[in-house]
Structure formats: C-alpha cells, structure tokens
C-alpha cells in the first residue's frame, strides 16, 4: 500500500439502505442495516493495482418483537438510596 494515497473519500447513497428483518429461534424480531460512516481510500493492491478502500461502518439494530418469556425479570433489590 502506498501512504502517500490515504485520504478520506466522499460519498453519496445511491439508494438509503434496507432493513433486513430477522426472526430468532426464541420468537424475537429484529430489524438490521449497516450505516456508513466514512470510507477512507488505503492506497492500491500491489499485483493487481486496483484501489483499496477501508469503511467505517456501524450496524443500526431495532428490536420489534420480543416474547414475554425472554425478557429477564428485575431484582427487588433497588432499595434506594436510603436503606
């Protein structure tokens, strides 16, 4: 990789990205996409000369559905602040 390429290149979505849904053995929906952050050009492959390119990105996750069962019941413990 040549240092001297690096440089953070700026981008446009040619279309907003999709929610995948995905359905859990225990019954729990969940929605998943990935949203770009930046996309930072790293310099060229040595034997093939293409560009090579290092994304920041960071999944986006929605819970849809979740079953009764597997939400985890909360400790009675929380006295407050006073004992």
Known sequence: MDDNNNAVMGFKLDEEPKWIRVTLEDGTV????TEIMS????????????????????????????PKE????K???DKGLYR
Do not use: F, H
């Open 75 to 77: 400790a009675d413990t």
């Open 39 to 66: 996309i930072m050009k790293v310099g060229n492959d040595p034997n093939t000369g293409l560009p090579q390119y290092s994304i920041n990105a960071a999944p986006m996750i929605r819970m849809m559905r979740v």
């Open 70 to 73: 597997s939400v985890a019941k």
């Open 30 to 33: 969940l929605e998943i996409k």
